[in-house]
């Protein structure tokens, strides 16, 4: 039985001051938490207010949900609404799929294991008892904080599709009808077993905001070197081949989880371009991260492959509605910039920025984390902000967390 506790933050009262310029980067802490690359875990809704919804901890079976009372752009102090959900089980991935309308569907892959879909409705702010989903998902023991295996999005139709990763090391794939008034969900279709070979892992799912189209990318690690592949399905439900997105050896790990420095972060813009980064092996200059860009157009047959004059774990592409690109992640390990946060915007001769900074963390603390960015198909309210959630380890301990939001400026 779930356990929903709701809670309301306290702060000192303090004057309000108006919104910080939109020329200018923002972040500020928000409370414990952390993220991954692969699930949007912040939510923009109708009415103007901003959610996060996170795992509180490693090894902690609660998830926060924070959100601003009022409309606008948030400020410190702002996230002053919370309501904690004991789970009862530890969860690997959180997702926050929005519907556009009055429900967030939580989606959590846990170490039980399960796969449970909580519906927030935010007119009230109440949790519905957990659906579970049919599936059979992947477990994971002892160290699991980042080890993604769970991504999920609405289309405009109200379908809603779900990508995970199996206990056979496949990437599975069901499209499903929830009923608000029953608290239920249908299965659409079947469950599509996505990978043909196995060793697959770190699933995530992007719609095409144009076609409606379905793509999934996942990390595989049937061949040598490891790999990062995607799968297409049309608007009409057919699945086109396998392809092979990555040309340089991909990254793994089974150190302290499974990939947990891996995306790869997946995005799609309004003209049907298809924009992925993920992060190289160790290369033969030896430094660790090298970031990649890749992209597909509509009219394309193949993925072109960018490598960055960027380092990171975990980097996140962004985008807003006026044709920006963007890559957020920490800085080079190499160079002890790993605890800082940076961006690197995509130019209009379609090179790349330097890095730019957004946050530096407290003494002795780290922002060596997963960025998760808000992107939707439908929801994807205020397009022309890039907002997204990251978290600093205290002391470089990673099970205990805050959790940060950030803006962009122009």
């Known amino acids: ?206 719609v095409s905001p144009v076609t409606q189209a379905v793509t999934i990318a996942w990390v595989s690690e049937y061949e040598n070197p490891a790999a990062i592949r995607a799968r297409t399905r049309s608007e009409s439900g057919e699945w086109g081949k396998e392809e092979r997105v990555s040309t340089a050896p991909v990254w793994t790990s089974t150190s302290a989880g499974i990939n947990i420095d891996q995306g790869p972060s997946l995005v799609i813009d309004h003209e049907d371009t298809q924009h992925l980064v993920y992060i190289e092996d160790y290369g033969s200059d030896g430094e660790y991260g090298h970031v990649h860009y890749v992209y597909k157009a509509s009219t394309d047959s193949k993925w072109a492959d960018v490598p960055l004059a960027m380092y990171s774990h975990d980097p996140a592409v962004a985008l807003n509605d006026r044709g920006g690109v963007f890559i957020v992640g920490h800085g080079a390990e190499a160079t002890g910039e790993n605890v800082n946060m940076y961006v690197s915007r995509k130019q209009q001769d379609g090179l790349w920025s330097e890095l730019e900074l957004i946050a530096t963390p407290q003494p002795g603390d780290s922002l060596d984390s997963s960025v998760s960015v808000k992107w939707s198909v439908v929801g994807w309210n205020r397009p022309d902000l890039v907002e997204f959630v990251f978290f600093a380890a205290h002391q470089g301990d990673y099970d205990n967390a805050t959790l940060y939001y950030g803006r962009l400026g122009e």
């Open 1 to 206: 039985m779930t356990t929903v506790i709701a809670l309301v933050m306290t702060f000192a009262v303090i004057s309000r001051v108006s919104v910080q310029a939109q020329s200018e980067n923002v972040s500020f802490p928000v409370g414990p938490g952390f993220t991954d690359v692969i699930p949007h875990q912040i939510v923009r809704t109708d009415d103007d207010r901003v959610y996060i919804i996170a795992a509180v901890g490693q090894y902690k079976t609660e998830i926060a949900i924070y959100w601003t009372g009022t409309p606008g752009l948030p400020q410190a102090g702002d996230f002053d609404q919370l309501q904690m959900i004991n789970i009862k089980a530890e969860p690997i991935s959180v997702d926050a799929v929005y519907d556009g309308a009055d429900i967030i569907h939580i989606l959590v892959n846990t170490r039980a294991p399960a796969l449970y879909d909580y519906a927030l409705n935010i007119r009230t702010n109440t949790v519905q008892p957990p659906i579970t989903v049919p599936a059979h998902p992947a477990t994971i023991e002892g160290v699991y904080m980042g080890t993604s295996g769970l991504s999920g999005m609405f289309d405009a139709e109200g379908m809603l599709h779900i990508a995970y990763w199996s206990n056979d090391d496949h990437i599975m794939y069901q499209p499903f009808r929830y009923d608000v008034a029953q608290n239920t969900l249908t299965e659409a279709e079947p469950a599509t077993q996505v990978d043909s070979a196995g060793s697959a892992n770190h699933p995530v799912l992007a």
